[in-house]
């Protein structure tokens, strides 16, 4: 039987993957479409290239910042381009590379969806919640509008959180933990805004659980919690040096002007119907881009939510689920209109999430999993019929559902239209330029920044030809090297932004420059030198890895000595 259930779930996932192949199309063509986003090609390259030059984790790149270089994936979520990095180790092209991991990210998506809403109401319940969460608006306008590829991967981990959480409460075996532990740090390695929205509702949700496990077992009570903890730890190589060393980046200039949260809260109009666009937010409700949460999302979350009258004690688990869902949408939307601003006012970092409008990212999630709610309810109002009502209507209901769900939605997962480019459109010296100039926010605070593409950096140990001259060695993520011979005796600055991490050495010994707000500022005798500059991880940054490997080891460790305990007392029963 078991070998069966496990079939049957393959069989279920492989149609919901083939199902969700129209969210994925677009994706398939040559070329690439515009986007918000424009620096995701640029971005996975860069990743691929630091990987290449044997960097882990990757925290400085080379190209970006003008060619200065900056430390971008040791504070921008890094995990989708890890994944896309690594394609481009085996030869893919960058833009490819991009375009494979978006599609992963809605299989994954889809995937993790179905797992967590299966807990809860079964295998066909749980098809329609993994295709109304692939298919939902908001996600069309991550892929096709925003082209946010870190919030687009995050999606897929916010169901995969709450799942190993849940397991984790209701077996109490480590290797849940470990899947809620991988589901929560994940998140917040993904896309740590979106972690931080949805880090409240996992907690709240571990506490209930850890309560309702106190009165049954004292000693698993921290349980829930516990799988929350280590998923902080694995993730701290992270976040740790997001939070210790964020002052040597201008990360604060990315808090107000035209993303300050007051000037993107949603019209409430604006979530029935709002004009498909691929254009920006503004001010009021004439936004050109779309906040529909999709009708049928709508319908299918209300008849979920007035299924808890039906269920009430009978199914008590489902019933708390559908009301934590249910409760939690609500609030979703409501910190996503201007009836939040005091909220948004006295959270502290809530300014940092910038667009109110994120939340419906946790919209869709709730709402598709009321949906299963709605088709589970059914299912047990069935039983009550004939045996051939009960073996074949929900199957029928269920794919009736679904398709009205593609064929509705599906009309918004297309591009504006399509550019014939390739990677090299996006990883030229020029693209690199116009990319640092769209985010530059890790930068050194005050840096002057170039304005011309001429002042573009291709060599970050260049000195001016009238002071010597510089033949570069080396020019690696991690490390620059140069030749250089030095007619006069006075400083001149090597265009590199200042990171704590980089340290220079001059024929062999350590050497000491001063950070400018135009590179380094150094002196070098007269005469040939070896110069080479080399990244370090910072103290910060080493405990921080330090902590994320020493909470992988005792996951596996619990893992190991539970599974252990559990043979041991078969084998003595």
């Known amino acids: ?52 030059d044997g960097v882990f984790p990757v925290r400085i790149v080379s ?13 921008y979520a890094p995990l989708a381009y890890y994944l896309a990095g690594l394609f481009t180790i085996f030869g893919v092209a960058a833009l490819s590379a991009t375009k494979a991991t978006m599609i992963i990210a809605v299989l994954f998506s889809a995937v993790t969806m179905y797992l967590f809403a299966k807990v809860f109401f079964g295998r066909y319940p749980a098809v329609l919640a993994s295709i109304l969460y692939v298919y939902a608006t908001y996600h069309a306008v991550d892929i096709y509008v925003r082209g946010d590829l870190a919030e687009y991967m995050a999606y897929a981990f916010i169901p995969l959180a709450f799942y190993g959480l849940w397991q984790a409460y209701v077996t109490k075996k480590w290797k849940y933990m470990l899947i809620g532990a991988l589901g929560f740090g994940g998140l917040i390695v993904a896309h740590n805004l979106t972690a931080f929205m949805v880090s409240p509702f996992l907690l709240i949700a571990a506490i209930i659980l850890s309560v309702i496990s106190y009165k049954k077992n004292p000693k698993s009570a921290f349980v829930p919690l516990a799988t929350l903890f280590f998923g902080i730890i694995l993730a701290s190589f992270y976040w740790i040096p997001v939070f210790a060393e964020m002052r040597y980046t201008n990360v604060h200039s990315q808090i107000g002007g035209g ?28 936004d050109g881009m779309s906040f529909m949460i999709g009708k049928l999302h709508i319908f299918f979350a209300l008849l979920g ?54 939340f419906l990212e946790l919209v869709s999630f709730f709402a598709s999993f009321l949906g299963a709610g709605f088709l589970f309810t059914l299912g047990e109002i069935m039983q009550k019929q004939t045996k051939r009502v009960r073996l074949y209507a929900l199957p029928i209901i269920t794919i009736i559902c679904i398709i009205a769900v593609v064929i509705l939605q599906s009309k918004f997962f297309v591009p504006q239209k399509y550019l014939n480019v390739s990677s090299r459109d996006f990883t030229n010296p020029k693209a690199l330029f116009e990319a640092s100039k769209i985010s530059n926010e890790y930068m050194p605070p005050h840096f002057v920044l170039p304005v011309i593409e001429k002042a573009y950096v291709t060599n970050p140990l260049a000195i001016s030809s009238f002071r010597g001259k510089s033949d570069l060695l080396v020019n690696k993520s991690q490390i620059k090297a140069a030749k250089i011979f030095v007619l006069r005796l006075e400083p001149f600055v090597f265009p590199l932004a200042y990171f704590p991490g980089w340290h220079m050495y001059l024929d062999g010994k350590e050497s000491q420059f001063v950070p400018t707000t135009r590179g380094l500022l150094v002196n070098i005798p007269i005469g040939y030198h070896t110069v080479v500059l080399q990244y370090h991880q910072t103290f910060i940054e080493v405990l921080a890895n330090f902590l994320s ?21 078969k084998t003595s029963s």
């Open 305 to 358: 939510f007035l299924t808890l009258f039906f269920l009430r004690k009978r199914f008590l688990q489902q019933s708390i689920a559908l009301l934590f869902a249910s409760v939690s949408l609500v609030v979703c939307l409501f910190l996503s209109t201007s009836a939040s601003y005091i909220f948004w006012k006295i959270i502290p970092g809530s300014a940092f999430i910038q667009y109110p409008w994120r």
């Open 1 to 52: 039987m078991k070998f069966i259930a496990k079939f049957s779930d393959i069989l279920l996932i492989i149609s919901i993957c083939i199902l969700s192949f129209w969210t994925v199309k677009p994706l398939f063509a040559a070329g690439f479409f515009p986007i918000h986003d424009s620096t995701q090609v640029a971005r996975v390259y860069e990743m691929g290239k630091a990987l290449k």
């Open 63 to 75: 190209d970006l910042g003008f060619g200065y270089g900056y430390p971008l994936f040791n504070f």
């Open 549 to 569: 490997v020493t909470g992988v080891i005792v996951l596996l460790l619990g893992i190991i000595f539970s599974e252990r305990k559990h043979s041991h007392g």
């Open 259 to 286: 993303a300050a949260f007051g000037k993107n809260f949603v019209c409430f109009q604006q979530f029935w119907y709002s004009q498909w666009g691929y254009g920006g937010s503004v001010a009021g409700c004439n």
